[in-house]
């Protein structure tokens, strides 16, 4: 099993839908968790940073934390064109040095 | 967030030879990290660069291939030593204020091989 897990997609949206990326971690003591996203030829960036159960919202982007279920996800609201990128979950063992990536899911949201 | 300066941006180079990429932060951090990315896959890190003391190389990675220094908090450099075609890849340094915090990325290095 990996240490974090997410579906390779791709994942296609149409525009203004809501794009909704899932990701599993197996470290029950990990405490940090992050959403990256990454377009083709460029490198990852932060989009969201959860530490507690539940929602946390900015803008058109809302992460929910579910540590019981070790399940983190990104929902994407009113998906756009430029929403299009490879998204990337990260998540911090136990201790908090080590920053494990997900293999990241491809979305693509049509015009 | 932090700016970080990553140079060169992209290098050829020819089987045999090294390459040194620079990592420079506008502010003092306290993790420093080397990344490696193939087309298409995710990430793979490296090492983790500490201040003063030898680096932390994961597994499959190690200190003659990819030697890094980080003489204080806000600049780091790694070499890809002996290069092969197999080292073409695109090079990432990042960093973390502390534990816990995320981390940011820089630009990234392309490296091509002949």
């Known amino acids: 099993q990996k240490e974090v897990e997410q579906n390779s997609g791709p994942l296609s949206v149409p525009e203004g839908a809501i794009a909704s990326l899932n990701c599993t971690y197996s470290?029950?003591?990990?405490?940090?968790f992050f959403w990256y996203r990454q377009y083709s030829g460029k490198s990852p960036e932060l989009i969201m940073s959860i530490y507690s159960n539940g929602d946390k919202e900015d803008g058109r982007f809302t992460a929910q934390l579910n540590k019981a279920s070790q399940y983190v996800s990104l929902l994407i609201r009113d998906s756009q064109p430029s929403d299009s990128a490879t998204y990337l979950c990260?998540?911090?063992?136990?201790?908090?040095?080590?920053?494990?990536f997900g293999a990241g899911t491809r979305l693509f949201v049509k015009a | 967030s932090a700016v970080i300066s990553q140079k060169p941006s992209r290098d050829i180079c020819q089987r045999g030879t090294s390459l040194t990429i620079q990592c420079q932060v506008d502010s003092q951090v306290t993790m420093m990290f080397w990344y490696r990315q193939q087309p298409g896959q995710s990430l793979t890190l490296i090492a983790t660069a500490n201040q003063g003391s030898e680096a932390t190389y994961e597994s499959g990675f190690v200190i003659d291939k990819f030697p890094i220094s980080r003489p204080n908090l806000t600049f780091s450099t790694l070499t890809v030593s002996n290069m092969s075609p197999e080292d073409s890849s695109i090079y990432l340094c990042?960093?973390?204020?502390?534990?816990?915090?995320?981390?940011?990325f820089g630009d990234g290095t392309r490296l091509s091989i002949l």
């Open positions: 990260a998540v911090n063992r136990a201790g908090g040095f080590k920053t494990i």
């Open positions: 990042s960093v973390a204020g502390d534990r816990d915090q995320p981390q940011h």
């Open positions: 470290d029950r003591g990990s405490q940090s």
